[in-house]
């Protein structure tokens, strides 16, 4: 009899657990999820950004022939297309994942946010396509560095790279300052994707 008590006892509290929990544990799950997947999405644009902006600059400074030149143009555009709708996504979406990402104790939501509007501002500035492309890859390379770097690059650089760029988010909002460009990153310390 006593164990025929035990076991209804365990079942009554196991039925009265999942009913309870479940549907919590089911809706943090959903949450969860979405972050991830907000978090992708904006890890794409990045990577889109720094490859767009990438293939513009080498456009820029390649010596090729005037007929070939002209074939370029297209590509041109179409690199200059994909950094306007990356920046204009990230700016447009900022709060599905910014707040996926913990604001204590690096500001983090700061940084994102700087990021997205110094990145979209310089896009739509007056400035040559070249020299917007190389400023939106200065912006961009921390940007990868601290938030989708792999852990062991991550932990050896994210003081640089968070330092480096509230130094260029400092350098776009000071009209007073020089435009940001990239330094060049030490032998050896390319981010891996």
Known sequence: MKTVIIAVATTLATTFAVSRFAPRLEARSVRIKAA???R?????HVLTILSA???LEDLESAEMAEPLRGRMQGEQSRW???VDESTRYLIDHAE????TYPSKPLDLHGLLIGFVVAARGLW???LP?????RHIRALAAPVHGIFFANASYRLRHLADDRRRL???LQAVNDPTSPPPVAAPAPAGTTPPA
Do not use: C
């Open 36 to 38: 991830w997947a907000a």
């Open 40 to 44: 992708d999405t904006f890890s794409g």
């Open 53 to 55: 902006t990438g293939r």
């Open 80 to 82: 200059e297309e994909q």
């Open 96 to 99: 599905q994942y910014v707040l």
């Open 124 to 126: 739509l500035s007056e």
């Open 129 to 133: 396509v070249p020299d917007r492309a």
């Open 166 to 168: 509230q130094e260029l």
